[in-house]
Structures are given as structure tokens and as C-alpha cells.
């Protein structure tokens, strides 16, 4: 069963760049899209972006401009890079792989495996 | 962006009781809609996928129903570790999106 965990600083100051990185465990990283996702103290979640193991991404257009995904896949990992941070991206960090089903209706998507989440703050 | 709202934002139920928390989407999604549990301090974790197909290990008693643009996920019987707070999200289109969540004390 495919396990993830997040890591990186926890504390992060206003104007520079938070770093995670994701480390799956139990599974393949090839075949699968890789996601990250956030949810602010006692809010709701917003998916940030995803990677596919070819290196293609995808970015939620509210970050984009910031965001920025990479691949290792010779340590199973993915990061997550978002610059210029401030205090509106104080939250708790999760990594997911995403499954896929596909039907003569359609493909699917849902997340299937989530990390336990990291909480990173924003401030001086 | 499809922005997702669910109904109520909280709620108190009993044990055994039924229970329905609905969710509606800015435009049709089709069957494009998931369903997560969170508990507090905890990544949450998937319910129903496609607007009604239960995930692998999930209780019989959740059920999801659906598609265009309203849908409902159901309790049959509540449970104490139901105590939780549920979201839909849809994937029809990226940015994928999340409701504003449903807080369910028992």
C-alpha cells in the first residue's frame, strides 16, 4: 500500500520560498499524477498543482504564478516550491496520488493516498 | 473556475439517525464529483468517487447520488466515528475544486 510523507521547514519568512518535498513509499511513482494541496487553520482545501511521472504539470491559475512541481524519480519524491510567500499561505501541506478510472462514461479522478500533511507557517 | 457549495455548513445528529449533506456545482460536472471524510487533525480520506461509487474498506452505510450539477451524500445510519467534516470536490475540470466543507458532530 503506497504510503507519503511530507517534509520541509515548518516556519517559512514573508517574501521567501517554501519548499516541501513529498517521499512515496510502497509504490511505483511512475504511472501515477502527483498532487499537492492545502488547507489553511480551520478552512477548506484548494488544490495547488500536480505532476505526472513524465514530468507534464498542472497549476491552479491562483498560483501559478509562484508555483512550481518537480519530479525525482530516482528517489521516488516531488517537491513543491512556492515563492514570495505570506502569511495567506500558512497552512497545512498535503501530498497526494491521484487514481484514475476509466469507464465507457469517462475517466474518473479522485485522491486515493494522502500524506499526514505538514503544517507551514508564514512569518518573521 | 467551478466553484463547489455544499449545504449545511454544519450539523448535529444522533446515533442511528439518517443523514444528507448535499452539494451543488457552479455548472454540470456530470458524475465528475468525489466525496472525502476528514477528521480533525487527520488528511482526508476518499468516500465515494464518480457521484456514487464507494472507495474499497468504506462502510455500506455512505452512499452518493447525482450528477449535473447537484449531489447528495448520505448516511444511513450514523456512527460515532462519523463524527467528521465531509467535502465534495469535483473533477470534471481543473483547477480541481473542493466545497467549503460540512462539520457533522454526533
Known amino acids: 500500500q503506497v504510503q507519503l510523507q511530507e517534509s520541509g521547514p515548518g516556519l517559512v519568512k514573508p517574501s521567501e520560498t517554501l519548499s516541501l518535498i513529498c517521499t512515496v513509499s510502497?509504490?511505483?511513482?511512475?504511472?501515477?499524477?502527483w498532487s499537492w494541496i492545502r488547507q489553511p487553520p480551520g478552512k477548506g482545501l484548494e488544490w495547488i498543482g500536480h505532476i505526472y511521472y513524465t514530468g507534464d504539470t498542472n497549476y491552479n491559475p491562483s498560483l501559478k504564478s509562484r508555483v512550481t512541481i518537480s519530479l525525482d524519480t530516482s528517489w521516488d519524491q516531488f517537491s513543491l516550491h512556492l515563492t514570495s510567500v505570506t502569511a495567506a499561505d500558512t497552512a497545512v501541506y498535503y501530498c497526494?496520488?491521484?487514481?484514475?478510472?476509466?469507464?465507457?462514461?469517462?475517466?474518473?479522478?479522485?485522491?486515493?493516498?494522502w500524506g499526514q500533511g505538514t503544517l507551514v507557517s508564514v512569518s518573521s | 473556475d467551478i466553484q463547489m457549495t455544499q449545504s449545511p455548513s454544519s450539523l448535529s445528529a444522533s446515533l442511528g439517525d439518517r443523514l444528507t449533506i448535499t452539494c451543488r456545482a457552479s455548472q454540470s460536472i456530470s458524475s465528475y464529483l468525489n466525496w472525502y471524510q476528514q477528521r480533525p487533525g487527520k488528511a482526508p480520506k476518499v468516500l465515494i468517487y464518480?457521484?456514487?461509487n464507494l472507495e474499497g474498506g468504506v462502510p455500506s452505510r455512505f452512499s452518493g447520488s447525482g450528477s449535473g450539477t447537484d449531489f447528495t451524500l448520505t448516511i444511513s445510519s450514523l456512527q460515532p466515528e462519523d463524527s467528521a467534516t465531509y467535502y465534495c470536490q469535483q473533477s470534471y475540470s481543473t483547477p480541481w475544486t473542493f466545497g467549503q466543507g460540512t462539520k457533522v458532530e454526533i
Open positions: 510502497g509504490g511505483s511513482i511512475t504511472n501515477h499524477y
Open positions: 464518480g457521484a456514487s
Open positions: 497526494a496520488r491521484r487514481s484514475t478510472y476509466y469507464s465507457n462514461s469517462g475517466d474518473y479522478f479522485w485522491f486515493e493516498a
